[in-house]
């Protein structure tokens, strides 16, 4: 017998959705009012107090997010940008879609985050802009990226992604930057099914991000349709279909006034995995460090074919059949045969991140767990290492 049977499938980063997200969405549908409309706009003004930023955008993902911010550096052919090799794709495809060409630096071993000496080691005349990844919800060390940033005037877009309840010195991830992207998609901290932000406090390329967003069109088309009498828009550049829906937004009114909560459960998710492996051959998150929170969106563990016995491939698949749903955060970026072919790239080059990516298993950590789900996944993950 499995550690849960088929029909007890514990689904990697299933969403805790209450009857508030419910009502909001229904309330949504029955006052006709699908699109970009006034639950967008609250939505937009919550989540820039909740991290303390003058200015947000709603989009419809956080990859939107990353090419509107990338698209409003205007990166002429050659500029480049330098992000990190454990990421999400959408990272580097937002670089190479907005112009720039991406360029990578490795991450530290511990936090697995981009190194800021990596970094430098990278800067030419072409370099336009940083783009770290708060890895896991574990801040990037913001003191030596925003002095890079400054010595060498270039932008710094933040993927936060990861990243909601971060902060750095008691500041918001998202908010050191020229601007941050967040994610909204089904498996994050705050989901609405797909969804994203980008946050700044430049009320000028955030203006242009907003008509960006919405075809290049000068103003709020959905302010069009109300009862203020009809109103022409002008085109003003060639922008793209990236707006926010009322009906996600909906969702997220009530995911973001409850963030706080889940955080405590995720944390206490966290402990409880930090306490049952302690004793096991197996990597594990490095603590906090002081004057950060770490937002606990990923428990990423290690799993080393020769300590533990197991490969990880291996480890993954027996999860799975033990009824625990399992994530890869990530195969680093050069793994994949598109930047190979295009840039020349091979893992070795970045030996830390591929190492991680090769090793790496990030275990459900879902507020929505329950104590019983929790010892589920302890108990299937010391059968395996048990059974070597
Ligand atoms: C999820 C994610 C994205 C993309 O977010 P979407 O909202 O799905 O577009 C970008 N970067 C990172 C690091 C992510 O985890």
Redesign the pocket.
Known sequence: MPVRPKERFLVFGSPLILQEEVDEVVASMRSGWLGTGPKVARFQSDFAAYVGAPHAAALN??????HLALVALDLKPGDEVITTPL??C??VNAIIHAGGTPVLADVDPRTMNIDPERVREKITPRTKAILP?H?AGRSCDMDALTSLAREHGLFLVE?C??AIETTWRGRHAGTFGDLG?F???A??NVATG???MVVSSDAERMARIKILGLHGMSADAWKRFGDEGYKHYFVVEAGFKYNMMDLQAAIGIHQLARVEENHVRRRAVWEMYDRAFADLPLGLPAPEEPNTRHARHLYTILVDEARCGVSRDDFLTRMTREGIGVGV?YLSVPEHPYYQQRYGWRPEDWPEAMTIGRRTVSLPLSPKLSDADVADVIEAVRLILSEG
Do not use: N, R
């Open positions: 993902s956080c990859t939107a997010a990353l990421t999400f959408a990272s990844v890895f993927d992604a990861h992207c994610s909204f998609y498996t994050k797909e969804g994203g955060h």
